[in-house]
């Protein structure tokens, strides 16, 4: 992490640009303790998070990491982790100074908890953002459920369930970032953050550097998004693709296919029941009885890691196999499920 401030303005830089940025438990703390520090400095009115390297701003979490604690039986480990991370997030959104993110590249997983809920979030031509959780038999969390269950449409529980990547003009258009910028353009626009004139916003900065995002490709595909993944169940859902008759539709019946029958089925109640949630923290707390109940009670997770990291070999033998062997109560009981130590205390 690389932690300093100029001028005004709190600047805050993910420094593992070799691991895309991956969040650790040292950087999560890291990064708390300089909100801390700068929460009541009068001194500080902006805080700006941007990754080094130009590949992205976060890659997520440290999800080796989280496969050796399960196999080691780490629960306490895991909990603490997702505990601090979660608490992150919620401050990010609460922080009294404006948070401005440069989404930069890629941003995906955890990422999305700290470009997500900032207040001015930037993107640029190059940015690609994803909850790509459910390819690891995972689901989605850091506040990813409520933002997608905000998502216009059905968009949220298409992004959720198919871990599929967005543009800027995706982002944008499904409300998970909010100005797009050219990546040429961001140092000159950190600069202008730095020297502005008062009473000068960093809205009304950005908007000096803000460019037009391309057609969202999301929202031309609306209509039949909205159709299938209306459906009930994620079954109905991949029928309702195949019904179609696109190719594009089709593709994402495919997709569904390869991912983890558990992690679709519980990912789907998660997202539609975050949209009757109050607000994030409500949210997160949903997000981490689930994440304790596949890290600690499912083999999916650790299987899913294990072939898309670890082994790479890309082949998960998911437990269960097929959607039609999940249980009836799987996304009831996912949710039911009460952490031995609770998120907020």
């Known amino acids: 992490m690389l932690v300093r401030t100029e001028g005004g303005l709190g600047r805050l830089t993910l420094n593992r640009p070799r ?22 400095d009068p001194d500080i009115d902006i805080v700006l998070l941007d990754g ?33 991370e979660y608490a992150l997030n919620a401050r990010i959104a609460e922080y009294p ?16 908890g700290l470009a997500g809920h900032a207040a001015v979030r930037v993107v640029t031509e190059r940015s690609a953002l994803a909850m790509p959780e459910t390819r690891i038999g995972f689901t989605p969390d850091v506040g990813g459920t ?26 944008i258009y499904a409300g998970l970032a909010d100005h797009l910028v050219p990546s040429d353009r961001l140092d000159d626009l950190r600069d202008a953050l730095v020297t502005r004139a008062d009473p000068a916003t960093p809205t009304e900065l950005v908007l000096l550097f803000d460019e037009t995002p391309p057609p969202s490709r999301a929202a031309a595909a609306r209509e039949w998004i909205d159709d299938a993944f209306a ?34 089925t519980v990912t789907l109640e998660a997202v539609r029941r975050a949209r009757g949630l109050p607000d994030l923290r409500s949210a997160l707390a949903q997000e981490y009885g689930l994440v304790l109940w596949f890290a600690t009670t ?12 670890v082994d790479k070999d890309r082949s998960p033998r998911w437990q269960p196999a097929a959607l ?22």
């Open 231 to 264: 459906a009930e169940t994620v079954a109905e859902i991949v029928e309702r693709l195949r019904g179609r008759g696109e190719p594009e539709a089709s593709a994402t019946a495919d997709v569904l296919g390869e991912l983890s029958p558990t992690a679709l």
């Open 97 to 112: 100074a404006q948070f401005v993110v440069f989404a930069d590249g890629i941003t995906m997983g955890g990422g999305i």
């Open 298 to 309: 499912q083999p999916d997770l650790p299987e899913g890691i294990r072939a898309q990291l």
């Open 324 to 345: 039609a062997d999940v249980g009836g109560d799987a996304a009831a009981s996912a949710l039911a499920y009460v952490p031995p130590v609770p998120l907020w205390t």
């Open 146 to 171: 409520w933002l997608l269950a905000h998502a216009p449409g059905r968009l949220g529980e298409y992004f959720a369930l198919t871990g599929a990547s967005m543009d800027a003009g995706d982002a």
């Open 19 to 40: 691991a895309l940025n991956a969040l650790d438990l040292g950087m999560i703390l890291e990064l708390s303790a300089a909100l801390d520090a700068w929460e009541n």
């Open 52 to 84: 080094a390297g130009e590949r992205g701003l976060c890659a997520g979490g440290d999800v080796r990491g989280l496969y050796e604690q399960i196999r080691a039986g780490d629960a306490e480990a895991t909990g603490e982790f997702f505990r601090a």
